[in-house]
């Protein structure tokens, strides 16, 4: 589990991202007449940055007490008694 202060610190940083990501000078570099798979660049770089920004948010979020390790480690459930 990450600790609330480092997830609050990865979620600022991942919101300076985006307004770097989305601010002027980047987006000018993408502001070209060419096409990428028949959509003009800059369109291109804006849904890609967009979807790349919320799977990392959606990464920070989601991990939670049961991480990968935390599955790994614990033992499975004993089955229930059998009746009778």
Request: glycine share 8%; aromatic share 10%; hydrophobic share 55%.
């Amino acid at each position: 589990m990450i600790a609330p202060s480092r997830r609050s610190q990865r979620l600022v940083a991942l919101f300076l991202l985006g307004c770097v990501l989305f601010n002027y000078p980047l987006m000018a570099i993408f502001s070209v007449d060419g096409r990428f798979l028949g959509i003009p660049v800059l369109f291109a770089y804006l849904f890609g940055a967009w979807a790349a920004l919320i799977a990392l948010i959606v990464l920070v979020s989601e991990r939670g007490a049961e991480g990968p390790r935390a599955a790994r480690d614990s033992k499975p459930a004993a089955p229930p008694p059998a009746p009778g």
